[in-house]
């Protein structure tokens, strides 16, 4: 048995220690329950009275311990702050998963500010409808199911953190279910619109003051290009994304670019449409820092720098809120076949649509360029199902060489405006 300190004090034939911590002049008890070390602060300062709550406290620890009630109750946010840090030092460590990041968000912007106070023990069916109405009033909408599953994976980081600590028992943990209804089709731009797009950037480049403004709106251009034209998720991925990911390789006489991109499902190699090459090469020569190498040496160099940047080096956070201004000057901000706000996200969509209608890449080919499921690509893509056999739909028709050579001409077309 460990030597004890003068200054404590055991009661209940040595079953409970009282002792006081430096600097503090209320008791503190400590004891054993179910093999579990618990201390508590007996909120007395004369020993009388810390002793008879101490062995108050003691004989509830108990009861608690019998009845498969948990011995140890904590507040959510604190066992939410203890499923954060794991989280972090796995994804520090390289085993982390990628969405942990955004179950962190989750539970920083939703679970806490709504389960904060409560007692992680206290949280039951009734209190989660009442979150369900909550989260909607905060959300002005209600929840897509993708939403929830991310939502729902946050919620039982949290409550297995507190399973593993002894703070609930697996018994009370809610079982968390999704009946919303999937996602609704996403924003995209159609193919007029895109065009409005791209060929609307130089008068608006124009337009801005010279000095960071004029930055930003070159960077955006940019940006937005390689979006559309790899498919690649806006955010984690293109932050992510420094030169030494960036290279050109020649195959049976053609050139292609290839990206090593790391985001939300893990690492994969993308190949990028053929003028992506032309955007990056633009990016490169603003860079002061990197714009006195070749783009050949650049890419060889293999440089562990962010390729989205300004001039000046630094990389911006607001390319959002520089796009959603944009595309309100130029009359885009809404798509009309959603009714929603297009986003940098709409990219993305953009580039599966045009993938599936115009490229006739298959969708297994495409799911794996995009980092996603087959069944994903279905779902949110099924209304393409028309258009991708629309040839077969309309029957014999003559004159398609002349469809093709029009086909050829937009696309140069486009690519000079670009």
């Known amino acids: 048995m460990p ?3 003068p200054e404590t004090i055991l009661a209940s034939d040595g079953e409970i220690r009282l002792y006081k911590r430096a600097r503090s002049k ?15 602060s007996t909120g007395h300062k004369e020993l009388a009275d810390a002793q008879k709550e101490a062995k108050k406290q003691h004989a509830l ?6 009845h498969n009630i948990p011995i140890v109750t904590k507040r959510f946010a604190d ?3 203890l499923a954060k840090s794991a989280m972090t030092k796995q994804l520090e460590t390289g085993t982390g998963k990628k969405s942990f990041v955004d179950y962190a968000i989750v539970i920083d912007r939703y679970l806490v500010p709504f389960f904060g106070h409560l007692a992680i023990t206290s949280i039951d069916y009734a209190k989660l409808r009442e979150f369900d109405a909550w989260r909607a009033e905060q959300m002005g909408r209600e929840p897509k199911a993708s939403t929830l599953n991310t939502h729902n994976a946050a919620m039982n980081r949290v409550f297995d953190e507190a399973v593993e600590r002894g703070f609930l028992t697996k018994s009370r943990v809610p079982a968390l279910a999704n009946k919303k209804r999937d996602s609704e089709r996403r924003p995209d731009f159609s193919l007029d619109d895109y065009r409005k797009l791209i060929r609307s950037f130089p008068a608006w480049i124009a337009k801005g003051r010279k000095g960071k ?8 251009r940019d940006y937005v290009l390689v979006l559309a034209n790899t498919g690649m998720r806006e955010g984690t991925e293109a932050e992510n994304l420094k030169w030494k990911h960036v290279h050109q390789f020649v195959e049976n006489g053609r050139s292609y670019l290839e990206m090593s991109v790391d985001g939300k499902t893990g690492r994969r190699d993308i190949i990028c449409r053929a003028n992506t090459v032309r955007y990056l090469q633009r990016i490169h020569e603003r860079c002061n820092d990197i714009s006195g190498m070749t783009f050949d040496q650049l890419l060889k160099a293999r440089l ?5 940047r300004l001039a000046d080096g630094t990389v911006t956070k607001s390319l959002r809120q ?12 809404k798509c009309p076949k959603t009714d929603q706000n297009r986003v940098l996200y709409s ?3 953009t580039y599966a649509t045009f993938a599936l209608t115009r490229d006739g890449i298959a969708i297994h080919e495409l799911a794996k360029q995009m980092g996603t499921s087959i069944k994903m690509i279905e779902d949110h893509y099924s209304h393409l199902t028309p258009r991708l056999v629309k040839d077969a739909l309309t029957g014999p028709r003559y004159g398609r060489h002349v469809a093709e050579e029009a086909k050829k001409a937009i696309s140069k077309r486009e690519d000079r405006d670009s």
């Open 304 to 308: 562990d720098k962010p390729v989205f």
């Open 213 to 220: 403004s004029t930055d930003m709106r070159l960077l955006l």
């Open 347 to 349: 990219l993305r969509h």
């Open 3 to 5: 030597k004890l300190s």
């Open 79 to 81: 066992v939410a702050n």
């Open 61 to 66: 620890y108990q009861f608690r311990a019998e």
């Open 322 to 333: 520089t796009f959603k201004a944009y595309l309100t000057e130029i009359g885009l901000l």
């Open 26 to 40: 209320v008791w503190q008890a400590a004891f054993v329950v179910d093999r579990r070390q618990v201390r508590i």
